[in-house]
C-alpha cells in the first residue's frame, strides 16, 4: 500500500515530464510513419500503425491506472491538477461530433452553423459560475446523487437518473458509430465488427480504472487529437498563404470564397439567391439561430459526463480554474473548425466548380463509391455516371455547377487532407484523431451511464448495505452491459443517431437545468418543486422532440402544430395544400414516420426547430418548480444549513465515503 | 480571520449577475447585429462573422481565467476560502 501510494505521489509530480515525453514521442512517431510512407509502405498499413498503436497507449493507461478504491473508481480520488482535468474535459466534450461533423456543418450552413461554435463553448461560462463549483464541493460521485441531498431523497434521485440515461444513451451510441465509422474506412473493417473492436478500445480505457484510468486517458487522447485537428490546417495555411496560422489567414480565404461566389453567379454557375457563406439566418430564422445557441449553452451545463468531470479536482479553488483550462482547450479546437471549414471550401470552390464534368479528380470518386459525394443528383462513383448524370439534367452545359456537387458534412475533415495534396500520413493522423475524440467521449459517457446504474440505482436505492467490493464489481459488470447495448445499438445503424446527440442538448437542459441551479441559488426550492419541474421540462422536451419528429400528423391535428417557415424567404416549409394533402393520405397517417415522410421535424410551434425543444422546456421546467416550490411548506433549517454549507468553499465536502450526508447525520 | 458568510454570498451574487449579463452580450446581443457589423472587414474577416467565428470565445475564455480568480478574491477577503 504504501508503495502504491508513492508510485502515486510520484506520477502526480510528474505529470508534466510524462505528457511532454508522450506529446514528443507521438510527434516521432508521425515523422516515422511519414518516412516509412516515403519509403513505400502500403497505405494500409500506415492507417493499421497509427489506430493500433494509439489504442494500444490508452490501453496501457487504462490498465496501469486499476483500481479497487471506490473513491478513485468514482472520482479519480479528488486528485487531478485543474489543468491536466481541462484537458481531459476537453477529450470528454469533443466528441466525433466535433471532431469529423463540426468543420463539415461549418462548410455546409456558413454562418449559421457557428451556432455550434457558439453553443459548444459559451456553455462552460454557466458552468463556471452557477454549477460545477458547488457540486464540487457537495462531494458528489455522480450528478444524482446532488438532487438527492438537496431534494430529500431517491425520488429526485430517480428523476436525476432517468435525464441522465435519456440523454447519454444516444450520445455513447453515436460516438461507437463513429469510431466504427473510421475503422470501417481506415481498416477495410465490416462495420458491425468496427463497432464491437470500438467497444473494447472503450472498455480498455474504462473498465479496470473507473474514473481515475478514464482521466489519464482522456489527457492522452486531448493531445492526439489536438495535434490530428491542428496540423493539416496549419499545413494549408502556410502552404497557401506562407503563414502557419490558419485562424488568422482564413480570413484571406473568406476572401477569396466571396469573389468565387459572385464569378459563379456571373458565369450562371449558381444561382443568384445561393446563399454566401459569411451571410448570417440563411437556413436559421434568427429566433431558431439564438434558440439553438441557448439550448446547447445551457445543455452544455447540465450534461452529466461533464459536470462529473469536476467532482475529480482537489478543491473548488480548482474547480473553477479548472473550466476556465477546459474551455481554452476546447476553444483550440473550435476557434480552428470555422478555418478548416473555409479552406475546404476554397479548395473545392477553385479546383471543382466550373470544370468539365468529364475530368473531376480522382478522390472524388473515392468518396463518391462509398455514397458520400453525390454530382448531378447521383453518387460520383465513376467519371462515365457523372457525365452520364449530369447529360441527364436539361439545359446542362458540362461544367461542374454549384448546385451539382453535395458533399456528406462528416466527409470534409476526413477528406481534405486528400484533397489538399497532403501526403496520406496526414490522413491516417486526422483518422487517429478522429477515433480519439470519439473513444473519450464514449469513455465518459459510460461512465456516467454505469455510475448511475451501479452507485444511484444499485447501491443507494436497491442494496444500501452492499460492500465496497461487490459495489465495485457490479460497476464494471454494468459498464459493459451498457457498452455492449450501445454497440449492438451501433450496429445496427440507427439512421437519426446523428441528430439525436443535438437533442441530448435539450434533454440535458429541460431536465437538469432547473433543478441544479435553483437547487444552489433559491434556498426556497422544495422537494416536491423540483421533482415536478423536472418531470415538466423533461416532459414537454421530450414531447416536442418525438411529436415533431416521428408523429408530425398527430402534432397538427391535435396540438395546434403548424409549418415551419423558410428562413429567407418566410414562407410556410409546407405550403397549406400540400398540409392538406399530407394529412388526407392515409399513408402518411401513421407513425413512428421515416426521415423521408414530407412533414418530419418540419412542423412545430412558434417556428421553433426542434434541435431547439428547450426552448419550451426549460422554461416550463423553471416555472413548474417556481410555482410549486411556494405552493409547498420551506425547506426545513437543516437543509437551509445544507445549502449554506454548498455555497461556501471552505471545509469538507457534504457526502463521505459510504455516500451519506456528512452535515445532517 | 471569522468567516463573514452573508457578505461572501452578497459579492459572490453580485460577481453571478456581472458574468451572466456579459455572457448574455456576448452569446446573443452582439450577433442581433451581425448584418451591420459585416460591413466592417477586418483582414478579410467580416466582423458580424468573426465575432461568431473567434472574437465571443476569446471573451469567454478570458472571462473564465478572470473569473476564478476574482471569486477566489472574495472567498479569501471574506474568509471562506480553502487552504492553500
Known sequence: MANASADKGSFLNNLGRIYALYTGGFFGFIFLVGILEQLGVGQKYLGYMFMGLTILVYAFIGVVSRTSDVGEYYVAGRTVPAFYNGMATGADWMSAASFIGMAGTLFLLGYDGLAFVLGWTGGYVLVAVLIAPFLRKFGAYTVPDFLAARYGGNAARLCGVIVLLACSFTYVVAQIFGTGLIAQRFLDMNFELACFVGLMGILVCSMLGGMKAVTWTQVAQYIVLIVAYLIPVVWMSAKKFGIPVPQFTYGQALQQIATLEQEFVQKGLAAASAPTHTAPFTRYSPANYFWLIFCLMVGTASLPHVLMRYFTTPSVREARQSVAWSLLFIFILYFTAPAYAAFSKLEVYSTLIGKNVADLPAWVFNWGKLGLITICGKSATAAADVVAACKALPGHAGLLRLQDFVINTDVVVISTPEIAGLPYVITGLVAAGGLAAALSTADGLLLALANALSHDIYYKMINPNAPTKQRLVISRVLLVVVAVLAAWTASTRPTDIVAMVAWAFSLAAGGLFPALVLGVWWKRTTKQGAIAGILAGFGVTLFYLVITRYWPHIGVQYFGMVSNLNPITGAPLISPEAMKAALSNPALLDGPVTAAHPLQSRVGWFNINNISSAAFGLPVGFVVMYVVSLMTPAPSAELQRFIDEVRKPRGKTLMDEKGGLVASH | ?84
Not at chain 2, 14 to 42: C, R, T
Open chain 2, 1 to 84: 480571520m471569522t468567516p463573514d458568510t452573508e457578505q461572501h454570498w452578497a459579492r459572490t451574487r453580485s460577481l453571478m449577475i456581472l458574468m451572466m449579463a456579459l455572457w448574455a452580450f456576448f452569446s446573443f446581443f452582439v450577433h442581433m447585429f451581425v448584418v451591420q457589423l459585416n460591413a466592417i472587414k477586418i483582414a478579410g474577416f467580416p466582423l458580424g462573422f468573426y465575432m461568431a467565428s473567434q472574437g465571443s470565445l476569446i471573451i469567454f475564455v478570458a472571462m473564465l481565467f478572470w473569473f476564478a480568480k476574482a471569486q477566489d478574491r472574495i472567498d479569501r477577503e471574506t474568509g471562506v476560502a480553502e487552504d492553500d
